[in-house]
């Protein structure tokens, strides 16, 4: 079940976790977010079985929680039965992409987010139905056919 992001915020407060920006705007975010009303949340410091990290957010918040090693990170990441968007941020290129090969999301951005209007977007595991945008989305309109013929 979603819940608000208001609601996420405070359940993550309560249980531990640290609000780093909330009711606040972000300079660098402003317009975006007061174009739709919407005020980001970052959430610091919620273990990784909390209702802030395990449930979807709908609305603008960002859950974060240490990890003691790259497979800890993934374990914590892949854990969740949603699986839309990931994002890795990383000095190193080579590690970021080596775990972004290991996450059960339908889009990872590495050291940026995932979404561009010519990827395909959608989800998977209980996040999203199928996929739009790009030429990835014409899939779900055809039906794909293999002819097999011995060679001439």
């Given at each position: 079940m979603g819940h608000t992001f208001k609601d996420?915020?405070?359940?993550?407060?309560?249980?531990?976790?640290?609000?780093?920006?909330h009711g606040e705007l972000?300079?660098?975010f402003a317009h975006i977010i007061m174009l739709y009303r919407f005020y980001m949340a970052i959430v610091r410091g919620v273990g990784p079985k909390t209702t802030v990290m395990r449930e979807k957010a709908f609305g603008p918040v960002i859950r974060v929680t240490p990890a003691s090693s790259d497979d800890e990170a993934v374990a914590i990441a892949?854990?969740?039965?949603?699986?839309?968007?990931?994002?890795?941020?990383?000095?190193?290129l080579d590690a970021a992409r080596r775990i972004a090969a290991r996450l059960a999301a339908a889009q990872v951005?590495?050291?940026?987010?995932?979404?561009?209007?010519?990827?395909?977007?959608?989800?998977?595991?209980?996040?999203?139905?199928?996929?739009?945008?790009?030429?990835?989305?014409?899939?779900?309109?055809?039906?794909?056919?293999?002819?097999?013929?011995?060679?001439?």
């Open positions: 996420l915020v405070r359940r993550g407060q309560a249980a531990g976790g640290v609000p780093l920006v972000a300079s660098a892949n854990s969740t039965r949603y699986g839309l968007t990931d994002q890795v941020y990383s000095r190193d951005g590495i050291n940026t987010c995932a979404r561009r209007g010519d990827l395909p977007f959608g989800g998977t595991k209980a996040s999203g139905l199928g996929r739009s945008g790009g030429t990835y989305a014409l899939a779900s309109y055809t039906e794909l056919r293999a002819t097999v013929h011995p060679a001439d």
